[in-house]
């Protein structure tokens, strides 16, 4: 529950940095920021990137205490930076963390373009915007894997590339989806199912190797988010391709395309946002 105004913690002129293990969209940001308020933190003390991952304080070091609580309830994991902008965060050094996690890349990235592949010859939008999150995901953990020791400046510059990018192919899959809406043609339903229950598998394939690695409940956290929220959207396909079937019609590969797409903008438009006003922080 939120304390009165009067009990508001007072506003630092040297911000605390943190890190958050476990995030996987804007909405968790969202909902750290507000359990920092619900603690004191005034709401322009409290800022979490959506692009770095990193929790912006603007309160003394001796309030932190006070608000670890909070912060803490809400499941993530974070990691005080102490030097500069760097962190020592031990789960991405750790060599055969880092394997697992170079695995993870090359499953996300090959299957988004096999995936892409398939939205292409089944004729199916949906898969292809589906085929967007898999090379998201892989290009958030690829970035990760790269940004390890980086300033919070190049963690901004890379995040900003990084969304701009991915915010161009999801334009792409909404443009060409458009394009569908206007000269309609049926995408062929067994294809699209057999590639969306391939993307299933590839995604449980991809949290086997993270599962050894966990450490406390926050990492847990961030394997299951990732997995559940990508496995909703391989559901969606795989239920559109029904449909496609049942129905003898497009629209549910088309509804389906535009929600998935959708989605995806909206969290590059975020990265990209955060990932400037980082850089503006940062000078």
């Known amino acids: 529950m939120s304390q ?12 605390i940095r943190m890190r958050v293990q476990g995030m996987d ?6 909902e750290i920021e507000r359990a920092a308020r619900s603690a004191g933190v005034a709401e322009g003390d409290v800022k979490v990137s959506a692009a770095t991952h990193i929790m912006t304080l603007r309160i003394a070091d001796g309030d932190l205490p006070k608000v670890r609580p909070a912060l ?10 102490e030097d500069g ?6 789960a991405y050094k750790d060599p055969s963390c880092r394997r697992a996690l170079w695995i993870v890349v090359a499953l996300n990235l090959g299957y988004g373009v096999v995936e892409m592949f398939g939205g292409f010859l089944s004729g199916s939008q949906a898969l292809k915007a589906d085929a967007l999150d898999f090379l998201g995901d892989g290009a958030i953990t690829f970035l990760g894997l790269l940004a390890i020791g980086w300033s919070l400046t190049w963690r901004a510059r890379s995040a900003l590339i990084q969304g701009v990018f991915l915010g161009l192919l999801g334009l792409g899959v909404v443009g060409s989806t458009l394009w569908r809406v206007l000269n309609q043609t ?4 067994g294809l699209m ?3 969306a229950v391939g993307a299933l598998i590839v995604n449980i394939l991809a949290v086997l190797p993270l599962l050894k690695h966990r450490k406390g409940d926050a990492n847990m956290r961030a394997v299951w988010l990732f997995s559940r929220n990508d496995a909703i959207g391989n559901l969606a396909v795989v239920i559109a391709a029904g449909l496609v079937a049942w129905l ?4 549910p590969d088309l ?20 990932a400037r006003s980082d850089l503006v922080e940062a000078d």
């Open 25 to 30: 969209c804007a909405k968790d940001a969202a």
């Open 248 to 251: 003898g019609s497009a629209w």
């Open 255 to 274: 509804i389906v395309a535009f929600a998935i797409a959708g989605l995806f903008l909206h969290s590059s438009w975020m990265i990209i946002r955060d």
């Open 72 to 81: 803490d309830a809400t499941g993530y994991g974070f990691e005080k930076i």
């Open 4 to 15: 009165p105004d009067n009990s508001k913690l007072a506003t630092a002129s040297s911000p």
């Open 85 to 90: 902008d760097t962190s020592s965060d031990p």
């Open 193 to 195: 199912g057999a590639f």
């Open 186 to 189: 049926t995408p062929e339903a």
